[in-house]
Antibody
Framework: EVQLVQSGAEVKKPGESLKISCKGS????????IGWVRQMPGKGLEWMGI????????RYSPSFQGQVTISVDKSISTAYLQWRSLKASDTAMYYC????????????WGQGTLVTVSS | DIVMTQSPDSLAVSLGERATINCKSS????????????LAWYQQKPGQPPKLLIY???TRESGVPDRFSGSGSGTDFTLTISSLQAEDVAVYYC?????????FGPGTKVDIK
């Protein structure tokens, strides 16, 4: 069974750093792109970026380039989303999701990680 | 960037009635070399992650009830729920994947009238 399990909710202060994780299982982790999607409170879905675990090829949406870092450790089948300096506006639910081979649709999703940034 | 729009923003439909959601892309998502529309639909219920319903504009994901159907080509697409059930209350998003970094529509909220 394909599963993506994300790390737990985080409460941080502005200016702090954070790295959240997404562990894949039940499939060949290195053969499928992993994407990160942001959902701000009460809002829609925003595609942040994607990474190919096989070779760490990473692409960012222009809106998120320079704001976050996406990485992967294929030895433990885990993708990461990282911030160096959080802002209150980073408060959101963050989802990881697997891309289907042959079509860049998101066929399996993690449960989401809620990040709250507040002083 | 390809911009996706959806209409209406929300709709309320009686149980058993038809619900229709429209999605429009700012440029064609039909790839001429394979004649496929790079358009997907997702359902998101409250407190849950999104779920893939339809891809290639009209291919139903495995396990998705056949009351859900997708149609359209080029820049204009439609998601139809032929007979609305209580469990279909959700927000529905279209998404283009013509570009490597796909973009989502703003979502359409479906409720029971």
């Amino acid at each position: 069974e394909v599963q993506l399990v994300q790390s737990g909710a985080e409460v941080k202060k502005p200016g702090e750093s954070l790295k959240i994780s997404c562990k894949g299982s039940g499939y060949s982790f290195t053969s499928h792109w992993i994407g990160w999607v942001r959902q701000m409170p009460g809002k829609g879905l925003e595609w942040m970026g994607i990474i190919y675990p096989g070779d760490s090829d990473t692409r960012y949406s222009p809106s998120f380039q320079g704001q976050v870092t996406i990485s992967v450790d294929k030895s433990i089948s885990t993708a990461y989303l990282q911030w160096r300096s959080l802002k209150a506006s980073d408060t959101a639910m963050y989802y990881c999701a697997r891309h289907r081979d042959g079509a860049m649709v998101l066929d399996y999703w993690g449960q989401g990680t809620l990040v709250t940034v507040s002083s | 960037d390809i911009v996706m729009t959806q209409s209406p923003d929300s709709l309320a439909v009686s149980l058993g009635e038809r619900a229709t959601i429209n999605c429009k892309s700012s440029q064609s998502v039909l790839y001429s070399s394979n004649n496929k529309n790079y358009l997907a639909w997702y359902q998101q219920k409250p407190g849950q992650p999104p779920k893939l319903l339809i891809y290639w504009a009209s291919t139903r994901e495995s396990g998705v009830p056949d009351r859900f159907s997708g149609s359209g080509s080029g820049t204009d697409f439609t998601l139809t729920i032929s007979s609305l059930q209580a469990e279909d209350v959700a927000v529905y998003y279209c998404q283009q994947y013509y570009n490597t970094l796909g973009t989502f529509g703003p979502g359409t909220k479906v409720d029971i009238k």
